[in-house]
Nanobody
Framework: QVQLVESGGGSVQPGGSLRLSCAAS????????TAWFRQVPGKEREGVAC????????HYADSVKGRFTVSRDKAKNTVYLQMNGLKPEDTAVYYC??????????????????WGQGTQVTVSS
């Protein structure tokens, strides 16, 4: 059974940092493209960052480029999202997702099979 479990969310002041974790079980994370998405109530879900299988490529939304970093620890079967310079507009529920469909360095897509339950990030003074 495939399971993705996010953690690391919380409340932080503008300019602060958080590191989200996406721990995978039932799969070998390295074989899967993994992405972070976020959603605010009443708005569409948006892609934030992704890392391809075998960590060949990463991709970031323009709104987070230079502030967020996605990485993978193969030994821990975990993908991370380091978020620095947080802004109030980063407030959302953050989800990680994984798929084997995307290959050859691809990861920026809505086509993800497995999803975590989400973790809340709130940026407010």
């Amino acid at each position: 059974q495939v399971q993705l479990v996010e953690s690391g969310g919380g409340s932080v002041q503008p300019g602060g940092s958080l590191r989200l974790s996406c721990a995978a079980s039932g799969i070998t994370s390295e074989l899967y493209a993994t992405a972070w998405f976020r959603q605010v109530p009443g708005k569409e879900r948006e892609g934030v960052a992704c890392i391809s299988s075998f960590d060949v490529n990463t991709h970031y939304a323009d709104s987070v480029k230079g502030r967020f970093t996605v990485s993978r620890d193969k030994a821990k079967n975990t993908v991370y999202l380091q978020m620095n310079g947080l802004k109030p507009e980063d407030t959302a529920v953050y989800y990680c997702a994984a798929t084997m469909i995307l290959r050859n360095g691809q990861c920026w897509s809505e086509s993800y099979d497995y999803w975590g339950q989400g973790t809340q990030v709130t940026v407010s003074s």
